[in-house]
């Protein structure tokens, strides 16, 4: 992990949700460099299912070494937001915003503060383990995660650089590897797979490059044992295709069943079976007990694995309700990309 330099000592960090998890382990580690951390954050009272509020957190902040402003902060309240900044600019004399879910914002605010403050966007190339991860992934999901403490590095290792470094989208394991070459010291369970980020476009295999040879032909398979109807509804051609695309590289990449509930016009029960030789889909409950079962209307379901709807944005949005083993349900959507170019 880096070293703390002292570069940030009387610096101001405006941080969205630093009362946990990632916002609070940057918040700390700027902390150790003497930093003055601004925590603007909606948890003032204890929630029972994510540690800690923004007071505790002023409180491990003040431990560690910096002067900690706890600020009660709806981002959705823009009069909120202009007045922690305000309290912000009253007890500090200059302030940096950072959050990782701002990344959309980052190129016009790079122009609207060209010259004066940095803005740049940080992502994870893996998932983070946080309470949110916990409660969307289950037992057990901590093993494929990295802890907080890399997104805390590469947002210092940020911190470091000049003003001129700004309207640039980072990705954490990036940054970091000008200094740091043994990565498994932010795994949870070092040696463990690791479950790519949900919202960067890369297959599991990329992360763990533990997969088959890349050299190996994604032939498709013959003789699928599902129906493969030649016409009738989007729904059924859209699992035709589907089936015609699957190949044993895809059934490896996931080794998981999924089954789709999808309401509206020619809706019911279809499988996707990734754990069968070759693969597998059908009409109906799966032959094998199903590891995430998806919940979405027709409509959404042929946008989604044609590509003109996101499933982050689907499953964000509420669109796309997900029952069972998260890891696996992401490993569906990196899979979805495969598909796309047919559908």
Known sequence: MLFDTGKLAGCTLFITGASCGIGKAIALKAAKDGANIVIATKTAQLHPKVPGTIYTA????????????PCVVDVRDEQQISGSAEKAVEKHCAYTIAKYGMSVCVLGMVEEFKGEIAVNALW?????????MDMLG???????????DIIADAAYSIFKKPKNFTGNFIIDENILKEGIQNFDVYAVKPGHRLL????LDELPGTVNA??????????IKEGKQAPQPKGGSPVEETFRIVNETLSEDT????QAVYQFELSGEDGGTWFLDLKSKGGNVGCGEPPAQADVVMSLSTEDFIKMFSGKLKPTMA?????WKIKGNMALAIKL??????MNARL
């Open 251 to 254: 059934v490896k990449a996931a």
């Open 210 to 219: 533990k997969m088959e040879s890349p050299d190996a032909a994604p032939a």
């Open 138 to 148: 289950g037992a057990g999901i901590e093993s494929q995660c990295r802890k907080v």
């Open 315 to 319: 499953f964000m949005s509420g669109k």
């Open 196 to 199: 790519p980020d949900f919202f």
């Open 58 to 69: 002023a409180e491990e902040i003040e431990a560690a070494g910096g002067k900690a402003l």
């Open 124 to 132: 994870p190339k893996t998932a983070i383990h946080t309470a949110a």
């Open 333 to 338: 959507d990196k899979l979805m990309t495969q």
